[in-house]
T-cell receptor, first 112, second 114 residues
Framework: KQEVTQIPAALSVPEGENLVLNCSFTDSAIYNLQWFRQDPGKGLTSLLLIQSSQREQTSGRLNASLDKSSGRSTLYIAASQPGDSATYLCAAAYYGNNRLAFGKGNQVVVIP | DGGITQSPKYLFRKEGQNVTLSCEQNLNHDAMYWYRQDPGQGLRLIYYSQIVNDFQKGDIAEGYSVSREKKESFPLTVTSAQKNPTAFYLC?????????????FGPGTRLTVL
């Protein structure tokens, strides 16, 4: 079964610290992995999509890495701000499968 | 503005009623998806459509129905057969009909059964 796990379910960090969020997947036949942000009561906003042929992808303060051999993707958010408080979800696309496998998300609170 | 719109934002249903959730996109995407989100459960796929006039069941299709008569529209009907419909419903689209493309999401509809 192609499962995606995000631990811990919730975390808080002081403002200014770097955020490190982990996403684990069980199947190495991954095509790409997408990171999303969700604010309370809102839809998902795509942050980064990293292809299996890439090691990392960057956008501003965000950096996502992908390690197929260890079954892990990491999202780094540099110099966290209170506006970064949200739930972050990862989703994996696998070869031969027409649907994404979603993790349950990391709920992040950045403390001013 | 290009994007995905969902309406209504909030919807209340009485027991035994069918209700329809709207999803429209102007991104010219071929594929559209419906997900259900419950607290602590993550997103679960209800139905998806890779092309007009075609759709497939997802993981939790029982009690739901869809149609895809136009490329830009993918309405979801929650029937009375769905025993626990209270949830947050998200519509998404992607350029082509496989999961390899980036998916884009609408703002969601919160359905509550009274």
């Amino acid at each position: 079964k192609q499962e995606v796990t995000q631990i811990p379910a919730a975390l808080s960090v002081p403002e200014g610290e770097n955020l490190v969020l982990n996403c684990s997947f069980t199947d190495s036949a991954i095509y790409n992995l997408q990171w999303f942000r969700q604010d309370p009561g809102k839809g998902l906003t795509s942050l980064l999509l990293i292809q299996s042929s890439q090691r990392e992808q960057t956008s501003g303060r965000l950096n996502a890495s992908l390690d197929k051999s260890s079954g892990r993707s990491t999202l780094y958010i540099a110099a966290s701000q209170p506006g970064d408080s949200a739930t972050y979800l990862c989703a994996a696309a696998y070869y031969g499968n027409n649907r994404l496998a979603f993790g349950k998300g990391n709920q992040v609170v950045v403390i001013p | 503005d290009g994007g995905i719109t969902q309406s209504p934002k909030y919807l209340f249903r009485k027991e035994g009623q069918n209700v329809t959730l709207s999803c429209e996109q102007n991104l010219n995407h071929d594929a559209m998806y419906w997900y259900r989100q419950d607290p602590g459960q993550g997103l679960r796929l209800i139905y998806y459509s890779q092309i007009v006039n075609d759709f497939q069941k997802g993981d939790i299709a029982e009690g739901y129905s869809v149609s895809r008569e136009k490329k830009e529209s993918f309405p979801l009907t929650v029937t009375s057969a769905q025993k626990n419909p209270t949830a947050f419903y998200l519509c998404a689209s992607s350029p082509t009909g496989n999961s390899y493309n980036e998916q884009f999401f609408g703002p969601g509809t919160r359905l509550t059964v009274l």
